[in-house]
Nanobody
Framework: QGQLVETGGGSVQAGGSLRLSCTVS????????IGWFRHVRGKEREGIGA???????TYADGVKGRFTFSKDDTKDTLYLQMNSLKPEDTAMYYC?????????????????????WGQGTQVTVSS
């Protein structure tokens, strides 16, 4: 079974940057989707995008141009680079994994299709 550990959260001023890491262990396949999500207490969880094992990416409109997903296969680690942070980016950030036998054509997993979730890391952006 997969285990995910997020690190890299913290406090930053508006306009600043943070890089979150999501380290994956226990996977039995190298074909996967890693989704990134954020949650603010009292609000619904928000999907901010995903990256596949092939390196393809998709982003939510609200983070396009500011957030970038990447991966280092040698470290089994995925990254979320967040630039030009805004106070409204303040949230608990999670990564989630869906391991598949083959990547889907033209489709991305829905939130409920991810099987494994990390514990989250808090990002706080002050104005």
């Amino acid at each position: 079974q997969g285990q995910l550990v997020e690190t890299g959260g913290g406090s930053v001023q508006a306009g600043g940057s943070l890089r979150l890491s999501c380290t994956v262990s226990g996977s039995t396949t190298s074909t996967y989707y890693i989704g990134w999500f954020r949650h603010v207490r009292g609000k619904e969880r928000e999907g901010i995008g995903a990256i596949s094992s092939a390196g393809t990416t998709t982003y939510a409109d609200g983070v396009k141009g500011r957030f970038t997903f990447s991966k280092d296969d040698t470290k089994d680690t995925l990254y979320l680079q967040m630039n030009s942070l805004k106070p409204e980016d303040t949230a608990m950030y999670y990564c989630a994994a869906l391991f598949v036998s083959e990547l889907w054509s033209g489709e991305w997993p829905g939130t409920n299709e991810y099987h494994y979730w990390g514990q989250g890391t808090q990002v706080t952006v002050s104005s």
